[in-house]
């Protein structure tokens, strides 16, 4: 279950959940400066008097069925493009942070909520959301599912590892082969050699490339890291990168981070270490995602 530090990213997160759906249509109402107030346990309005579910019983992905709350046009980002967020999130959380960039839109696909749904379990009159507010994205009395039983084995457990510990540096760039340049973003390979172990589809939302222990990752494009550590299940160490308004990069299983979030980087910087971080081997798992939803990394990098 993702933790919330995995939502202070303004992009992310990216990331690395990643479901694919028809992510990007004009956004709902930006988040505003300043911190929301949280919201309470259980609150209700007349509409869920006979529904405990709000406006319309919860079902994941269900459509709108109410007219459509008045539009407040975002405000524009340094540079004047407005960036929202499509960072990766872990759909079975209760409650989401609201981080720069979120929307009540963005956030409702997701989850794979309804913007209805997400309006009435947190009494919102519109779309107006603040950074630091906590909004419910399930129902009152909603619990995650249980994680999958481990069977019992007699060898000695490992401990769970510790939150990464992360040591900033600037690295030169380096050369990890041929770039190309799609989409007005000039592209790199994110690690020097290794094979792709795992193609992109299915269940597989970006491509796994093999390397040893410690081996450089780096930024495949020019941009701004908008999440570093382990606070998303199922990708251990990860980084994401947000290359501008469309697209962004994550980095996950790494053996060590050596970027920060907020931190500007360029094409071919290290990054990370390569390392099995909630993994079955060392491996560097690598996701493109366009208007937050995953696409194929190799029609941008060539491997």
């Keep these: 279950?993702?933790?919330?530090?995995?939502?202070?990213a303004g992009t992310i997160a990216m990331v690395l959940t990643m479901g694919a759906c028809t992510w990007f249509q004009q956004p709902a109402a930006p988040v505003v400066s300043g911190t929301g107030a949280s919201v309470e346990s259980g609150s209700t309005?007349?509409?869920?008097?006979?529904?405990?579910?709000?406006?319309?019983?919860?079902?994941?992905?269900?459509?709108?069925?109410?007219?459509?709350?008045?539009?407040?046009p975002?405000?524009?980002a340094a540079g004047g493009a407005y960036i929202p967020s499509y960072a990766p999130v872990d759909v079975n959380a209760a409650t989401h942070t609201v981080v720069r960039g979120d929307t009540v839109y963005n956030i409702s696909k997701r989850y794979n909520v309804s913007q209805d749904n997400l309006r009435v379990w947190n009494n919102l009159a519109d779309n107006n959301i603040g950074v630091?507010?906590?909004?419910?994205?399930?129902?009152?009395?909603?619990?995650?599912?249980?994680a999958a039983p481990v069977a019992a084995t007699p060898v000695t457990t490992t401990p769970a590892p510790a939150a990464p510990a992360i040591t900033v540096t600037t690295e030169p760039a380096v050369s990890t082969g041929s770039t190309r340049t799609v989409s007005g973003i000039t592209w790199?390979?994110?690690?020097?050699?290794?094979?792709?172990?795992?193609?992109?589809?299915?269940?597989?939302?970006?491509?796994d490339i093999s390397g040893t222990a410690g081996q450089a990752v780096v930024?495949?494009?020019?941009?701004?890291?908008?999440?570093?550590?382990?606070?998303?299940?199922?990708?251990?160490?990860?980084?994401?990168?947000?290359?501008?308004?469309?697209?962004?990069?994550a980095y996950g299983h790494n053996q060590a981070l050596l970027v920060k979030e907020g931190q500007t980087v360029k094409r071919g910087q290290?990054?990370?270490?390569?390392?099995?971080?909630?993994?079955?081997?060392?491996?560097?798992?690598?996701?493109?995602?366009?208007?937050?939803?995953?696409?194929?990394p190799t029609t941008y990098v060539a491997f």
Aim: aromatic share 8%; hydrophobic share 35%; net charge positive.
């Design 188 to 207: 790199q390979r994110p690690t020097a050699g290794g094979s792709v172990i795992t193609n992109f589809g299915g269940a597989s939302k970006g491509v």
């Design 45 to 72: 309005d007349a509409a869920s008097s006979t529904n405990p579910y709000g406006a319309t019983p919860y079902t994941p992905g269900a459509g709108e069925t109410t007219a459509p709350v008045p539009y407040t």
């Design 132 to 146: 630091g507010q906590v909004l419910r994205v399930k129902p009152s009395g909603y619990t995650a599912p249980a």
């Design 219 to 249: 930024s495949a494009a020019d941009g701004k890291v908008v999440y570093a550590g382990s606070g998303l299940r199922g990708y251990g160490n990860l980084v994401i990168v947000q290359h501008n308004a469309t697209f962004l990069t």
């Design 270 to 296: 290290t990054i990370a270490r390569m390392g099995n971080t909630d993994a079955d081997r060392t491996k560097l798992h690598f996701e493109v995602r366009q208007n937050g939803k995953p696409v194929n």
């Design 74 to 76: 975002p405000p524009a």
């Design 1 to 8: 279950m993702v933790k919330q530090t995995a939502f202070r």
